[in-house]
């Protein structure tokens, strides 16, 4: 009986725990600092100022309570382009901090996001994997960020044949022993759509 109560109570803290965590974790963006080093990186896009804007973001967990953040994510929604160039131009602390942002994505601003990294797979296909690898608990589904090429080819078979084997043979090109696993699952799913 005793034992019982035991790991009753062990199990109410346990649950109570990993609850309070959680809240806690969805809490836990800093929305005027996230503002604030966004608007840093877009006046100046450098290693320095992406570094502000990763060490902001929640690692290794999608926030869900973003009811405080709709003007910055907004805002980062608006002027995309310059994080973009620096993701296409290989900027690796830029593409890091573009797989980060998943943490606090959402609606237009996610597939936004998915479409400026699903290219990244044409430009530089490895550090693409790497990230992804990285990130992988953001994407409970790789659908979105590789197949994001089909909303703008959905009227046109050719081109989506095209860009689905670009990806594939990009994806293809990376030898990394340790990406093999990410890589045919990604290639896997490509081959699928």
């Known amino acids: 009986m005793k034992r019982r ?34 608007d840093q990186y877009y006046a100046a ?17 999608k926030i869900m309570d973003i ?4 003007d910055v994510i907004n805002s980062l929604n ?8 620096e993701i296409y131009s290989g900027n690796p602390v830029s593409v890091q901090l573009g797989f980060r942002l ?10 936004s996001m998915n ?3 699903g290219n990244l797979i044409a430009f530089n296909p490895r550090m693409f994997l790497e990230q992804l690898q990285a ?10 960020v590789l197949g994001s090429y089909l909303r703008d080819t959905a009227n046109d078979a050719v081109a989506r044949d ?22 045919k699952e990604c290639i896997k799913m490509l081959k699928g759509f």
């Not at 998943?102 to 597939?111: K, L, P, Q, R, W």
């Open 102 to 111: 998943f943490s606090i994505s959402y609606g237009a601003f996610e597939v």
């Open 5 to 38: 109560l035991m790991l009753i109570g062990a199990c109410a803290w346990l649950t109570f725990s990993t609850a309070a965590g959680w809240a806690q974790a969805q809490s836990a963006v800093d929305w005027s600092g996230l503002q604030a080093a966004w």
């Open 115 to 117: 479409k400026i990294l």
């Open 45 to 61: 896009p450098s290693e320095e100022n992406a570094l502000k804007m990763l060490n902001l973001l929640p690692a290794g967990q």
């Open 78 to 85: 608006d002027h995309l382009g310059v994080l973009e160039g």
């Open 162 to 183: 095209l860009e689905q084997k670009l990806r594939i043979k990009a994806l293809e090109s990376v030898e990394d022993k340790d990406l093999k696993s990410i890589r």
């Open 67 to 70: 009811k405080n953040g709709f």
């Open 135 to 144: 990130h992988r608990d953001l994407f409970p589904s790789l659908e979105p």
